[in-house]
């Protein structure tokens, strides 16, 4: 092994050497780290990771566009680049065994690069207890299944028309992340670990592609912004916002964000945030229930409110004018990076927010999910 490394690494400055120890280093190190979680909880979740995030708010929360965007497009114009590159020297006929070599090496480069950033900066977050461990997750009983639906029924009912009332305004993104800091200030105030300062918000500069790829928001570890998908429909918005937000937090899990977001669209003093977490998360709910109990799912969607049954069939013409062949394609690859990432289930992750609701219910009384 040692000599094939040698070989690999024949002809290049020492710096670069040294740099190429370095991030070799640096990725064994995360690896080993992060199979123990009790560590990764208290040294970087808790510890570390805190000071990185507010620092890159601090930096880029005050531009009004997504320099994490920007950075993404300059990527894939550079692999748009190399690509024609690749493409022109095989058609020459220059592509020797040098040139595969130097290629190769440029390419583990990078990746080692962005190993080392997206672990240190966010993604060692994958790793830690989380919530699931304080709430002691068990499997449940389609009876608390139909206990949660039933009550996220209610509450959808009583939003039905305040939830609606100042909907058009959150098509500025100043009033939608103003919302969403006053329902992170609200929960913090309860419980400091949902404390958010130094905010960074900002509509994604790749929402029209983002509707054909079927994304509402998204994080970006490299610069610590939370993008939203600005062109989804309006009452979907806020709870992704939070969403969104919960990843900012350090909590990287799908149903930990989601739960989080929760916590905090429901402390909103804002009907609108709150319309739109009881909506998400009944759609969560009712095809959990579904699956076990047909009828009795249909029996639930028959029972919620005219508004609300007016916002389900505008999302499902939302869906099915930009469904396309790609999206399942772009899902399935998302959905290997989730499992490869302690995500088991993939994109079904999402779903499981409902059995934390349900765990969370059973612990701290269901009046605490209203």
Same mark, same amino acid.
């Given at each position: 092994?040692? /000599?094939?490394?040698?070989?690999?690494?024949? *002809?290049?400055?020492?710096?670069?050497?040294?740099?190429?120890?370095?991030?070799?280093?640096?990725?064994?190190? +995360?690896?080993?780290?992060?199979?123990?979680?009790?560590?990764?909880?208290?040294?970087? =979740?808790?510890?570390?990771?805190?000071?990185?995030?507010?620092?890159?708010?601090?930096?880029? *929360?005050?531009?009004?566009?997504?320099?994490?965007?920007?950075?993404?497009?300059?990527?894939?114009? %550079?692999?748009?680049? #190399?690509?024609?590159?690749?493409?022109?020297?095989?058609? #020459? *006929?220059?592509?020797?065994?040098?040139?595969?070599?130097?290629?190769?090496? #440029?390419?583990?480069?990078?990746? %080692?690069?962005?190993?080392?950033?997206?672990?240190?900066? $966010?993604?060692?977050? !994958?790793?830690?207890?989380? +919530? @699931?461990?304080?709430?002691?997750?068990?499997?449940?009983?389609?009876?608390? &299944?139909?206990?949660?639906?039933?009550?996220?029924?209610?509450?959808?009912?009583?939003?039905?028309?305040?939830?609606? %009332?100042?909907?058009?305004?959150? =098509?500025?993104?100043?009033?939608?992340?103003?919302?969403?800091?006053?329902?992170?200030?609200?929960?913090?105030?309860?419980?400091?670990?949902?404390? !958010?300062?130094?905010?960074?918000?900002?509509?994604?500069?790749?929402? $029209?592609?983002?509707?054909?790829?079927?994304?509402?928001?998204?994080?970006?570890?490299?610069? *610590?912004?939370?993008?939203?998908?600005?062109?989804?429909?309006?009452?979907?918005?806020?709870?992704?916002?939070?969403?969104?937000?919960?990843?900012? &937090?350090? !909590?990287? /899990?799908?149903?930990?964000?989601?739960?989080?977001?929760?916590?905090? @669209?429901?402390?909103?003093?804002?009907?609108?945030?709150?319309?739109?977490?009881?909506?998400?998360?009944? %759609?969560?709910?009712? #095809?959990?229930?579904?699956?076990?109990?047909? @009828? &009795?799912?249909?029996?639930?969607?028959?029972?919620?409110?005219?508004?609300?049954?007016?916002?389900?069939?505008?999302?499902?013409?939302?869906?099915?004018? !930009?469904?396309?062949?790609?999206?399942?394609? +772009?899902?399935?690859?998302?959905?290997?990076?989730?499992?490869?990432?302690?995500?088991?289930?993939?994109?079904?992750?999402?779903?499981?927010?409902?059995? $934390?609701?349900?765990?969370?219910?059973? /612990?701290?009384?269901?009046?605490?999910?209203?």
């Amino acid at each position: 092994m040692q /000599k094939y490394f040698g070989v690999f690494l024949a *002809g290049m400055p020492i710096r670069r050497k040294i740099t190429w120890a370095g991030l070799i280093l640096f990725a064994a190190a +995360i690896k080993v780290f992060s199979y123990y979680p009790s560590a990764v909880e208290s040294c970087y =979740s808790k510890g570390l990771y805190p000071v990185i995030a507010r620092l890159q708010r601090m930096l880029f *929360g005050w531009i009004p566009f997504s320099i994490g965007d920007m950075l993404y497009l300059c990527v894939i114009m %550079l692999l748009i680049y #190399r690509l024609v590159r690749l493409v022109r020297a095989l058609v #020459r *006929g220059e592509a020797g065994k040098g040139w595969f070599a130097r290629f190769l090496r #440029r390419a583990v480069f990078a990746l %080692l690069w962005v190993y080392v950033l997206f672990n240190g900066l $966010w993604g060692l977050n !994958y790793d830690r207890l989380g +919530i @699931a461990d304080q709430l002691q997750v068990r499997p449940y009983s389609t009876a608390e &299944l139909h206990r949660l639906t039933s009550l996220l029924v209610a509450q959808l009912n009583i939003l039905d028309s305040t939830g609606r %009332l100042h909907r058009a305004e959150l =098509s500025h993104m100043g009033v939608l992340r103003a919302g969403a800091i006053t329902a992170y200030d609200s929960l913090g105030g309860r419980d400091r670990r949902f404390v !958010y300062r130094n905010p960074s918000v900002k509509p994604s500069l790749f929402s $029209w592609p983002g509707v054909f790829l079927g994304f509402a928001g998204y994080y970006n570890p490299f610069s *610590g912004e939370a993008q939203v998908n600005t062109r989804n429909p309006l009452f979907t918005q806020p709870y992704t916002t939070c969403h969104e937000i919960a990843h900012q &937090l350090g !909590y990287a /899990k799908e149903n930990e964000a989601n739960f989080v977001g929760f916590l905090a @669209a429901r402390n909103s003093p804002d009907p609108t945030f709150r319309y739109s977490v009881y909506l998400d998360l009944f %759609l969560y709910a009712v #095809r959990e229930l579904y699956v076990r109990d047909s @009828a &009795l799912a249909r029996s639930f969607r028959d029972s919620v409110g005219p508004g609300v049954r007016q916002d389900l069939r505008e999302l499902q013409r939302f869906n099915r004018k !930009y469904g396309n062949p790609l999206e399942p394609m +772009i899902w399935a690859m998302y959905g290997k990076y989730l499992r490869a990432n302690r995500q088991p289930r993939g994109i079904a992750t999402y779903s499981q927010v409902t059995a $934390w609701l349900i765990a969370y219910g059973n /612990k701290n009384g269901w009046e605490a999910l209203e």
